[in-house]
């Protein structure tokens, strides 16, 4: 099973809160996105799949969003939450929803300038993998933006969803991301999964300086 059937049978067979990914609020990442770009800064995020942040970041008044992951159902399964939202009846039209691997997908260049990724690049554990996601980080996001980058912290766990990940603290982030990236703040947070379990992640805002 390759990456994307993995993904698309996750969506398809577990529900939204049933996953331990699962947040019923995106505070972390809300307030660090707040910090540093105004509402109508093109933000992309990574992976975004079924979370609720796109429906946060709405209701804050942003309105130049796009949505990547690479399950379509995932992404439906969005879609659908901000079409039952009283709030956002016409919110999904709004959004640029993008089905597409990151690694592979074709950027534009200096398109963003807010990337925001929670939990995808912590599943890279290949050097090689690696060094194309900041290939894409830095084609995609413009000099003076912002990436919000969240992974699993050293000591957390060394899976999810049965494969293997990378945990990172701030500092070997920061070095992974390297020189193109000034490390504005970190934030450790401690996620209390849907089955009662506590997963230590590390939260990294980035400015991108050349």
């Given at each position: 099973m390759n990456k994307q059937e993995h993904w698309?049978?996750?969506?398809?067979?577990?529900a939204v809160d049933k996953v331990?990914?699962?947040?019923?609020?995106?505070t972390l990442s809300l307030t660090l996105i707040e910090q540093s770009c105004q509402k109508n800064t093109p933000i992309i995020d990574i992976g975004g799949g079924a979370s609720c942040l796109v429906e946060q970041l709405l209701e804050e008044g942003f309105s130049n969003l796009s949505v990547l992951?690479?399950?379509?159902?995932?992404?439906?399964?969005a879609k659908q939450t901000l079409v039952k939202s009283a709030n956002n009846s016409t919110s999904s039209e709004l959004v640029s929803w993008l089905c597409a691997d990151m690694l592979t997908f074709n950027?534009?260049?200096?398109?963003?300038g807010l990337w925001h990724d929670r939990a995808v690049f912590h599943f890279l554990t290949e050097n090689s993998e690696q060094l194309v996601y900041l290939e894409?980080?830095?084609?995609a996001l413009k000099v003076?933006?912002?990436?919000?980058i969240s992974t699993f912290d050293i000591g957390g766990?060394?899976?999810?969803?049965?494969?293997?990940?990378k945990q990172y603290n701030w500092q070997t982030l920061s070095e992974r991301l390297g020189s193109n990236f000034e490390l504005i703040s970190h934030h450790q947070e401690t996620h209390r999964t849907p089955f009662n379990t506590d997963q230590a992640f590390n939260y990294c805002l980035f400015k991108k300086v050349k």
């Open positions: 698309q049978q996750v969506y398809k067979t577990k331990s990914w699962f947040q019923s609020s995106a992951d690479i399950s379509q159902h995932a992404l439906a399964v950027f534009e260049t200096d398109s963003f894409q980080l830095n084609k003076d933006g912002y990436a919000v766990p060394t899976q999810c969803s049965g494969i293997p990940i």
